[in-house]
């Protein structure tokens, strides 16, 4: 069974950080675009960052560029998203999620691209 679970969400000020971990299991995923997304109440989901199997390609949207980085650990089967001068724009469920069909040197940026959605994790900023 696969399933992926994210983690490192919370309550921080505006102005902090946090870095959230995406942990697969049930397959490998070492040579699939993982990406991050996150989803604000009364909002759709909204891309935030992926990154290519090799690491070679990332994206990321011009609302996070520059203060969020992602990472990922193959060996570990984990992504990571890191993000810095957190705003309270940044607020909502933070999902991680496969994209599949498998497209090696593709990110793409609709959340239809993608498969395997964990369960999210909350995050909070606070003004």
């Known amino acids: 069974q696969v399933q992926l679970v994210e983690s490192g969400g919370g309550l921080v000020q505006a102005g902090g950080s946090l870095r959230l971990s995406c942990a697969a299991s049930?397959?490998?995923?070492?040579?699939?675009?993982m990406g991050w997304f996150r989803q604000a109440p009364g909002k759709e989901r909204e891309f935030v960052a992926a990154?290519?199997?090799?690491?070679?390609?990332?994206n990321f949207p011009e609302s996070v560029r520059g203060r969020f980085t992602i990472s990922r650990d193959n060996a570990k089967n984990t992504v990571y998203l890191q993000m810095n001068s957190l705003t309270p724009e940044d607020t909502g469920v933070y999902y991680c999620?496969?994209?599949?069909?498998?497209?090696?040197?593709?990110?793409?940026?609709?959340?239809?691209?993608?498969?395997?959605w964990g369960q999210g994790t909350q995050v909070t900023v606070s003004s």
């Open positions: 990154m290519t199997w090799t690491g070679s390609t990332t």
């Open positions: 049930g397959r490998t995923f070492s040579r699939d675009t």
């Open positions: 999620a496969v994209q599949w069909p498998r497209s090696p040197g593709d990110c793409a940026l609709a959340p239809g691209r993608y498969a395997f």
